[in-house]
T-cell receptor
Framework: GENVEQHPSTLSVQEGDSAVIKCTYS??????FPWYKQELGKGPQLIID?????GEKKDQRIAVTLNKTAKHFSLHITETQPEDSAVYFC???????????FGTGTRLQVTL | NAGVTQTPKFRVLKTGQSMTLLCAQD?????MYWYRQDPGMGLRLIHY???????AKGEVPDGYNVSRLKKQNFLLGLESAAPSQTSVYFC????????????FGNGTRLTVT
């Protein structure tokens, strides 16, 4: 089945700096790669996703890049703000496992 | 439009007790899921359903049972709770299973003593 590794597990950046979270996946047939943001006491919420026919996708300060050859994808947050502080999960799906497999999460802290 | 609603929000059980977690969605989604979230382990799929009356095992199904008698509801049962089932449980729903976004509830924090 699919295996998703996510790094780093914790990340601290200053307000205004950029943050990058990286994930690798094992199933070359996976074709859907969403990112979820989880705020304290709440369920994860989708913030951006990318499909394997696209190399990069942007939505305001958030971008995701995908390298199918290397089987890794990354979340980029620019001009970070305190409200970006949360736990971020990557996931991979659509391959032989058919369902989403999640990474172990990255706790992002944006300091003033 | 409430999305995905989970009840209860918190629960404490003693070892061996049973309970049912309730999940309701108002988005007319076909697919529903139960995940557990443990520190350092991400979200792991317990059971899921591809439609009313259907259920299937995920990656960590042991000790849990589920039922989907109505399209909008997905129930997760623990017949004999164990301390290893202390976790935060999330229900989710989606319109597709392969490449569609999951909509999560806000979770149930379960402690088994």
């Amino acid at each position: 089945g699919e295996n998703v590794e996510q790094h780093p597990s914790t990340l601290s950046v200053q307000e205004g700096d950029s943050a990058v979270i990286k994930c690798t996946y094992s199933d070359s047939a996976s074709n859907y790669f969403p990112w979820y943001k989880q705020e304290l006491g709440k369920g994860p919420q989708l913030i951006i996703d990318i499909r394997s026919n696209v190399g990069e996708k942007k939505d305001q300060r958030i971008a995701v890049t995908l390298n199918k050859t290397a089987k890794h994808f990354s979340l980029h947050i620019t001009e970070t703000q305190p409200e970006d502080s949360a736990v971020y999960f990557c996931a991979a799906g659509g391959g032989t496992a058919s369902k989403l497999t999640f990474g172990t999460g990255t706790r992002l802290q944006v300091t003033l | 439009n409430a999305g995905v609603t989970q009840t209860p929000k918190f629960r404490v059980l003693k070892t061996g007790q049973s309970m049912t977690l309730l999940c309701a969605q108002d988005m007319n989604h076909e697919y529903m899921y139960w995940y557990r979230q443990d520190p350092g382990m991400g979200l792991r799929l317990i059971h899921y359903s591809v439609g009313e009356g259907t259920t299937a095992k995920g990656e960590v199904p042991d000790g849990y049972n589920v039922s989907r008698l109505k399209k909008q509801n997905f129930l997760l049962g623990l017949e004999s709770a164990a301390p290893s089932q202390t976790s935060v449980y999330f229900c989710a729903s989606s319109w597709g299973i392969l490449d569609s976004p999951l909509h999560f509830g806000n979770g149930t924090r379960l402690t088994v003593t």
